[in-house]
């Protein structure tokens, strides 16, 4: 349809008045002013606001989850006492069970027990241990005042109980002070049996976070291995070493031959999972439990598969930790050289470093990680 043309003014009119509606309309839907920097002193004000709240919430949620592991370990321990008192009323297959002495209050609080597993015949490894990794003397009792570790060597006594290699024991006592004497005969076939008393007896003498056990032909650095535990500090139930799953032996005959191979299933089974027997370690609860439980605690041939046994059907942790299993030189003088210092090293051919006695300093020059680390490990 055609109309009248509309003049310039009555349109430059209407533009304006649009401009002016636009304007109000704006200045009611954005009404904050703009500072110098073209902020929004509200808006600012607000997100400062929110990222200060943000900040609270995860200092919190930090808190809250502290908490919850404390009172984990709180509950974990209140179940360990359940347990004791539990036992010491029923006892087992008729045997009346003490509640264990790690729950008197005047045990001696320590960080860590370790236990270095030896025989009668090992006197040169001992002395080899000592030369090396193995504060003696006033430094080993500095250790477990300063740092709270305890290190003693773990025997029992001869069948023929104060004979000839009992008394040569208490002379080597006498002179070092370092043994922890178990109840229980020495026989490399009673290794399972003697790790069951070692830990059963250790808590009964130390309220300690953890346990541990080596062997006497192993190389170990302390402050390695007391800061690797250290993280673990916070788990009620952890079980830490060099996870393996090797195969079940079942021709009699064969070294670490298991007779019982038929609970493991056909022929060429594997074992679960467990650390290797050269050094683990566990945390006070599942020690506890091992001290709690140790009369119907089954024993394999193998000290090191009945540990794992024992831990298999419990809510565990498994740490599988390499650096607990590293080779003599050059396989751990390479990684320290790295930076990657090694917790513990042995010849897997030997089950330990092979030829102990006069390898060992060898080793410990040059895998070691100083005399001073220990006394500098955050623990």
């Known amino acids: 349809m055609r109309g009248k043309a509309v ?11 649009s401009f002016l509606a636009g304007s109000l309309i704006t200045s009611r839907t954005w009404s904050p002013s703009h500072n110098k920097l073209g902020e929004l002193p509200e808006y ?3 997100r400062r606001l929110v990222e200060g709240k943000a900040e609270d919430i995860m200092g919190e ?24 008192s539990r036992m010491s009323k029923t006892g087992v297959e008729g045997v009346s069970l ?19 597993n030896t025989a009668f015949s090992s006197r040169k490894r001992r002395d080899s241990v000592r030369a090396t990794w193995m504060p003696t003397g006033e430094k080993l009792r500095k250790l477990e005042r300063e740092k709270g570790i305890v290190m003693r060597f773990v025997i029992g006594h001869s069948a023929t109980a104060g004979g000839v290699l009992d008394k040569a024991l208490d002379k080597e006592e006498a002179e070092y002070k370092d043994f922890l004497r178990l ?10 049996t003697k790790t069951r008393l070692y830990f059963s007896t250790a808590v009964s003498i130390w309220d300690a976070d953890f346990y541990v056990k080596v062997d006497d032909d192993v190389h170990v650095n302390m402050g390695m291995l007391a800061t690797t535990l250290a993280q673990y500090r916070a788990k009620p139930r952890v079980y830490i070493g060099c996870m393996k799953s090797g195969p079940v032996l079942t021709h009699k005959g064969e070294k670490y031959h298991e007779p019982e191979y038929w609970k493991f299933g056909e022929d060429g089974n594997k074992y679960f999972r467990h ?5 683990y370690g566990i945390s006070k609860d599942l020690a506890t439990y091992i001290s709690i439980n140790s ?16 831990m298999i059907g419990l809510e565990v942790e498994h740490v599988d930790d390499l650096s607990m ?18 917790v513990a090293s042995f010849d897997w051919s030997c089950s330990g470093v092979c030829d102990s006695v006069e390898k060992m300093k060898f080793v410990h020059e040059s895998c070691g990680e100083g005399d001073g680390a220990i006394w500098k490990a955050d623990i």
């Open 7 to 17: 003049s310039g003014k009555v349109i430059t009119v209407l533009c304006l008045a």
């Open 44 to 46: 600012d004000h607000k």
């Open 61 to 84: 949620v930090s808190k809250t989850h502290k908490a919850i592991q404390s009172l984990e370990k709180s509950i974990s321990n209140l179940e360990m006492e359940l347990a004791a």
């Open 98 to 116: 003490q509640k264990p002495q790690s729950y008197n209050h005047t045990l001696q609080k320590v960080f860590a027990v370790i236990g270095i």
């Open 183 to 192: 109840n229980h005969v020495e026989g490399y076939h009673q290794l399972s």
């Open 275 to 279: 650390a290797t027997g050269q050094i």
């Open 295 to 310: 009369p119907i605690l089954h024993r394999f041939a193998n000290e090191d598969v009945s540990l794992g046994s024992w």
């Open 325 to 342: 299993c590293c080779g003599t030189p050059p396989d751990c003088e390479w990684k320290a050289q790295a930076g990657n210092i090694c």
